[in-house]
Protein backbone atom coordinates (compact mmCIF):
# COMPACT_ATOMS: atom_id res chain seq x y z
CA UNK A 1 0.00 0.00 0.00
CA UNK A 2 1.01 3.10 -0.94
CA UNK A 3 -0.47 6.54 0.83
CA UNK A 4 0.20 9.57 -0.77
CA UNK A 5 0.17 13.28 0.95
CA UNK A 6 -1.41 15.86 -1.66
CA UNK A 7 -1.43 19.11 -1.47
CA UNK A 8 -0.69 22.66 -2.48
CA UNK A 9 2.56 24.07 -1.50
CA UNK A 10 2.30 25.11 2.63
CA UNK A 11 -0.28 23.27 2.88
CA UNK A 12 1.49 20.95 6.27
CA UNK A 13 1.67 17.83 4.07
CA UNK A 14 4.97 17.71 4.67
CA UNK A 15 4.82 18.94 8.33
CA UNK A 16 2.90 15.83 9.41
CA UNK A 17 5.15 13.22 6.99
CA UNK A 18 7.38 11.83 8.97
CA UNK A 19 5.64 12.00 12.20
CA UNK A 20 2.96 9.96 10.65
CA UNK A 21 6.23 7.41 8.83
CA UNK A 22 7.32 7.15 12.42
CA UNK A 23 3.92 6.46 14.43
CA UNK A 24 2.20 4.53 11.77
CA UNK A 25 6.16 2.54 11.19
CA UNK A 26 5.29 3.36 7.37
CA UNK A 27 8.67 3.16 4.87
CA UNK A 28 9.30 6.87 3.45
CA UNK A 29 9.43 7.24 -0.28
CA UNK A 30 11.93 10.07 -0.60
CA UNK A 31 11.64 11.89 -4.09
CA UNK A 32 14.53 12.71 -6.16
CA UNK A 33 14.68 16.50 -7.09
CA UNK A 34 17.01 18.82 -9.31
CA UNK A 35 16.25 21.89 -7.43
CA UNK A 36 19.27 23.25 -4.80
CA UNK A 37 18.90 22.37 -1.06
CA UNK A 38 17.02 24.41 1.34
CA UNK A 39 18.10 25.50 4.65
CA UNK A 40 17.21 22.57 6.86
CA UNK A 41 17.25 19.95 3.91
CA UNK A 42 18.96 16.54 4.12
CA UNK A 43 20.19 14.98 1.20
CA UNK A 44 18.84 11.16 1.01
CA UNK A 45 16.08 12.03 4.00
CA UNK A 46 14.48 15.22 2.47
CA UNK A 47 15.31 14.50 -1.15
CA UNK A 48 17.90 12.81 -2.88
CA UNK A 49 18.87 16.03 -4.36
CA UNK A 50 20.67 14.90 -7.98
CA UNK A 51 21.46 16.76 -11.32
CA UNK A 52 19.77 16.71 -14.27
CA UNK A 53 21.80 14.68 -16.12
CA UNK A 54 21.45 11.67 -13.14
CA UNK A 55 17.35 12.60 -13.61
CA UNK A 56 17.54 12.08 -17.11
CA UNK A 57 19.47 8.39 -17.07
CA UNK A 58 17.32 7.35 -14.87
CA UNK A 59 14.23 8.18 -17.10
CA UNK A 60 15.93 7.02 -19.84
CA UNK A 61 16.41 3.60 -17.82
CA UNK A 62 12.85 3.36 -17.53
CA UNK A 63 13.56 3.71 -13.32
CA UNK A 64 11.06 6.35 -13.01
CA UNK A 65 7.30 5.85 -11.74
CA UNK A 66 6.79 9.46 -12.60
CA UNK A 67 8.85 12.75 -13.41
CA UNK A 68 7.63 16.30 -12.99
CA UNK A 69 9.41 19.28 -14.28
CA UNK A 70 9.06 22.79 -13.51
CA UNK A 71 9.64 26.23 -15.34
CA UNK A 72 11.07 28.30 -12.35
CA UNK A 73 12.16 31.86 -11.97
CA UNK A 74 15.46 29.76 -11.18
CA UNK A 75 15.52 27.49 -14.94
CA UNK A 76 14.21 23.73 -14.74
CA UNK A 77 13.52 21.45 -11.61
CA UNK A 78 12.48 18.07 -12.07
CA UNK A 79 11.06 16.24 -9.54
CA UNK A 80 10.62 12.68 -9.54
CA UNK A 81 9.75 8.77 -7.90
CA UNK A 82 12.36 6.13 -8.38
CA UNK A 83 11.03 2.76 -8.80
CA UNK A 84 13.93 1.04 -7.48
CA UNK A 85 13.72 2.53 -3.76
CA UNK A 86 10.17 0.39 -3.75
CA UNK A 87 9.05 -2.95 -2.52
CA UNK A 88 5.33 -2.90 -2.89
CA UNK A 89 4.76 -5.62 -0.50
CA UNK A 90 5.44 -3.13 1.84
CA UNK A 91 3.64 0.00 3.26
CA UNK A 92 4.89 3.54 2.38
CA UNK A 93 4.16 7.04 2.59
CA UNK A 94 4.72 9.49 0.27
CA UNK A 95 3.98 13.66 -0.71
CA UNK A 96 3.38 14.30 -4.05
CA UNK A 97 0.94 15.94 -6.08
CA UNK A 98 -2.07 14.67 -8.50
CA UNK A 99 -0.29 14.72 -11.26
CA UNK A 100 2.06 12.01 -9.49
CA UNK A 101 -0.76 10.16 -8.81
CA UNK A 102 -2.04 9.75 -11.68
CA UNK A 103 1.25 8.30 -12.55
CA UNK A 104 1.56 6.21 -9.70
CA UNK A 105 -2.01 4.69 -10.67
CA UNK A 106 -0.52 3.96 -13.91
CA UNK A 107 2.26 2.22 -12.55
CA UNK A 108 1.12 0.31 -9.35
CA UNK A 109 -2.72 0.08 -9.86
CA UNK A 110 -5.60 2.11 -8.54
CA UNK A 111 -6.05 -0.46 -5.15
CA UNK A 112 -2.29 0.14 -4.20
CA UNK A 113 -2.73 3.89 -3.91
CA UNK A 114 -4.37 6.08 -1.27
CA UNK A 115 -4.65 9.96 -1.67
CA UNK A 116 -4.79 12.16 1.31
CA UNK A 117 -5.47 15.67 0.53
CA UNK A 118 -4.18 18.59 2.48
CA UNK A 119 -6.94 21.19 2.37
CA UNK A 120 -6.15 24.62 3.93
CA UNK A 121 -7.28 28.43 3.09
CA UNK A 122 -4.68 30.62 0.91
CA UNK A 123 -4.15 33.18 3.50
CA UNK A 124 -3.28 30.46 5.92
CA UNK A 125 -0.67 28.91 3.35
CA UNK A 126 0.80 32.71 2.17
CA UNK A 127 1.93 32.94 5.85
CA UNK A 128 3.22 29.84 6.16
CA UNK A 129 4.83 30.36 3.08
CA UNK A 130 6.72 33.56 4.04
CA UNK A 131 7.51 32.37 7.75
CA UNK A 132 9.22 29.59 5.95
CA UNK A 133 10.76 31.82 3.03
CA UNK A 134 12.35 34.34 5.84
CA UNK A 135 14.55 31.26 7.32
CA UNK A 136 16.30 30.83 3.88
CA UNK A 137 19.59 32.51 3.68
CA UNK A 138 18.52 34.00 0.09
CA UNK A 139 14.13 33.95 0.33
CA UNK A 140 13.35 33.46 -3.05
CA UNK A 141 9.64 35.21 -2.31
CA UNK A 142 9.20 35.60 -6.27
CA UNK A 143 9.15 31.85 -6.70
CA UNK A 144 7.25 31.32 -4.14
CA UNK A 145 4.81 33.34 -6.15
CA UNK A 146 4.57 31.70 -8.78
CA UNK A 147 4.34 28.37 -7.27
CA UNK A 148 1.15 30.02 -5.18
CA UNK A 149 -0.36 30.79 -9.14
CA UNK A 150 0.46 27.61 -10.63
CA UNK A 151 -0.82 25.68 -7.26
CA UNK A 152 -4.01 27.30 -7.83
CA UNK A 153 -4.55 25.43 -11.49
CA UNK A 154 -2.99 22.54 -9.94
CA UNK A 155 -5.13 21.94 -6.81
CA UNK A 156 -9.22 22.36 -7.56
CA UNK A 157 -11.93 21.37 -6.72
CA UNK A 158 -12.54 19.02 -9.72
CA UNK A 159 -9.81 16.60 -8.36
CA UNK A 160 -10.95 16.35 -5.49
CA UNK A 161 -14.03 15.29 -6.93
CA UNK A 162 -12.41 13.15 -9.78
CA UNK A 163 -10.56 11.05 -7.12
CA UNK A 164 -12.23 11.70 -3.73
CA UNK A 165 -9.40 11.41 -1.30
CA UNK A 166 -9.50 11.56 2.36
CA UNK A 167 -9.58 15.39 3.47
CA UNK A 168 -7.50 16.76 5.97
CA UNK A 169 -8.29 20.50 6.33
CA UNK A 170 -5.12 21.77 7.98
CA UNK A 171 -6.71 25.10 8.99
CA UNK A 172 -7.36 24.80 12.73
CA UNK A 173 -4.97 23.40 15.25
CA UNK A 174 -1.88 20.86 15.53
CA UNK A 175 -4.33 18.73 17.66
CA UNK A 176 -7.33 19.06 15.09
CA UNK A 177 -5.03 18.53 12.73
CA UNK A 178 -3.34 14.96 13.98
CA UNK A 179 -6.34 13.76 15.16
CA UNK A 180 -8.17 13.86 11.40
CA UNK A 181 -4.94 12.28 10.27
CA UNK A 182 -5.14 9.62 13.09
CA UNK A 183 -8.57 8.41 12.26
CA UNK A 184 -7.66 8.24 8.09
CA UNK A 185 -4.53 6.62 8.79
CA UNK A 186 -6.53 3.96 11.40
CA UNK A 187 -8.85 3.39 8.19
CA UNK A 188 -6.32 2.83 5.53
CA UNK A 189 -4.52 0.53 7.70
CA UNK A 190 -7.24 -1.39 8.42
CA UNK A 191 -7.71 -2.49 4.89
Known sequence: MIAMFIGPSSSGKDTYFYKTILKYSLNPIILSTTRPMRVGEIDKKTYYFISQEKMDLLEKEGKLVERRNYQTINGIWSYATNSENIDISKNYLVS???EAYKKYINFYG???IIPIYFQVDDDIRLERALARERKQAKPNY???CR????DSKDF?????DLYN????NNNGTQMETEKQLDNVMKLILKK
Open 110 to 112: ESV
Open 156 to 160: TEKEI
Open 96 to 98: NTW
Open 165 to 168: PYII
Open 142 to 144: EEY
Open 147 to 150: RFLA
